[in-house]
Structures are given as C-alpha cells and as structure tokens.
C-alpha cells in the first residue's frame, strides 16, 4: 500500500513540474517572440479588390 501512496505522489509531481514547464515557457515564448517587418509585409492580407478594366483586356485578348 505504502509504494502505491509513492507513486501516485511521483506521478502527481512529475505532472505539475512538467506542466508548469511548459506554462512557463508558452509565457516565455508569446513575450519574447516579435513579428519583424518583413514578416508583417508578407502576412498582410491582399485586396479582395477586382479590376474590370483588366477582366475587359482579357475577354477581348481571348475572343481574339
């Protein structure tokens, strides 16, 4: 009875020490991690914008 208490103790020790190390290195990691410019440029989203003027250049070029 006494090595099941020990166990169980070990088991539930092992799991707060492994789960506030990955706590600890999520806070970490979100406080240090910076997004650069060139990163912000290349994730920024595109114009949702459609330009008839060049649909109009395409429909002709392909009725040629």
Do not use: N
């Not at 799991?15 to 994730?43: C, D, M, N």
């Amino acid at each position: 009875m006494d090595s099941d208490r020990d166990l169980l103790l070990v088991s539930v020790f092992t799991f707060l020490t492994v789960s506030l190390w990955v706590f600890f290195e999520l806070v970490k990691t979100t406080k240090t991690t910076t997004v650069t410019p060139t990163v912000q440029q290349v994730i920024a989203p595109f114009s949702s914008t459609l330009e008839t003027d060049i649909v109009d250049v395409l429909e002709k070029k392909s009725a040629l």
